[in-house]
C-alpha cells in the first residue's frame, strides 16, 4: 500500500498570498497517478488536478499541481477567499487507491 | 449536466447493515466506473472501493473485504454500497463518486451520514 504524506498539516496565510502543498509517497508512484482535491466543510471532495498537473474542466489556473516519482506539490498563485479549504492529494497508480491526511489552508 | 445523487442519512445499531444508493444523470452510466470513499468525523478520506458499472466487476480494499458488497442497477442508473457488521468505527460520511477515466473521481454525490449507534 502505497502511504502519502502531506506536509503542512495546517497552513495560515492571507489572500493574495501563495500557497506551496506537499504531498510525499512511500514508494514511486509511476506515470504520476497522483490527483488533488479540494473540500469545503460539509461538502463533497471535489477533483482540481489528475495526473499530478492537469487541471480539471473548471479549475483556475491560479492552481497548479507539479512533481514525479515521490514528491508532488500543489500551489496556489493567489490566494482567494474561497480557496481556504483542506486539500487531499490521492494515487491511483495501484490498489488499494490512498489518500493523504490533509492540509488545511486557514486564513 | 452530471450528477451524483446518493440517499439520506441511516442510523444503524451496530451489527446491523446499511444500504447506500447512488443515481447517476447525465452521462452513460455504463461508461464510468464507481468509486465509494468514506469519512469519519473530523478525518480523511478512505477509499473502499470500485465497481465497473457495465459488468459488475468490483476490487474491494483489503480492510472491506467480506463486509462489503457493491451493485448495480443499469436500467435506473444507479450504484449501490452495502455495509455489514456495522460497528460504532464504521460512522462515517460516505461517499460514491463517477470515475474520470483514469482512476481518478470526477464528480461526488453530495455524501449519505451513516451513524452507528445503540
Known amino acids: 500500500e502505497i502511504l502519502l504524506t502531506q506536509i503542512p498539516g495546517t497552513l495560515s496565510l492571507s489572500p493574495g498570498e501563495r500557497a506551496t502543498l506537499s504531498c510525499r509517497a512511500s514508494q514511486s508512484i509511476r506515470r504520476n497517478y497522483l490527483a488533488w482535491y479540494q473540500q469545503k466543510p460539509g461538502q463533497a471532495p471535489s477533483l482540481l488536478i489528475y495526473?499530478?498537473?492537469t487541471r480539471a474542466t473548471g479549475i483556475p489556473d491560479r492552481f497548479s499541481g507539479s512533481g514525479s516519482g515521490t514528491d508532488f506539490t500543489l500551489t496556489i498563485s493567489r490566494l482567494e477567499p474561497e480557496d481556504f479549504a483542506v486539500y487531499y492529494c490521492q494515487q491511483y497508480d495501484s490498489s488499494p487507491l490512498t489518500f493523504g491526511g490533509g492540509t488545511r489552508v486557514e486564513i | 449536466q452530471v450528477q451524483v445523487v446518493q440517499s439520506g442519512a441511516e442510523v444503524k445499531e451496530p451489527g446491523a447493515s446499511v444500504k447506500v444508493s447512488c443515481k447517476a444523470t447525465?452521462?452513460?452510466?455504463?461508461?464510468?466506473?464507481i468509486h465509494w470513499v468514506r469519512q469519519a468525523p473530523g478525518q480523511g478520506l478512505e477509499w473502499m472501493g470500485w465497481?465497473?458499472?457495465?459488468?459488475?466487476?468490483?476490487n474491494y480494499a483489503q480492510k472491506f473485504r467480506g463486509r462489503v458488497t457493491m451493485t448495480r442497477d443499469t436500467y435506473i442508473s444507479t450504484a449501490f454500497m452495502e455495509l455489514r457488521g456495522l460497528t460504532s468505527d464504521d460512522t462515517s460520511v460516505y461517499f460514491c463518486a463517477r470515475d474520470g477515466g483514469g482512476w481518478w473521481s470526477d464528480y461526488w454525490g453530495q455524501g449519505t451520514l451513516v451513524t452507528v449507534s445503540s
Open positions: 465497481m465497473n458499472s457495465k459488468s459488475g466487476d468490483t
Open positions: 447525465g452521462y452513460t452510466f455504463t461508461d464510468h466506473y
Open positions: 495526473g499530478a498537473s
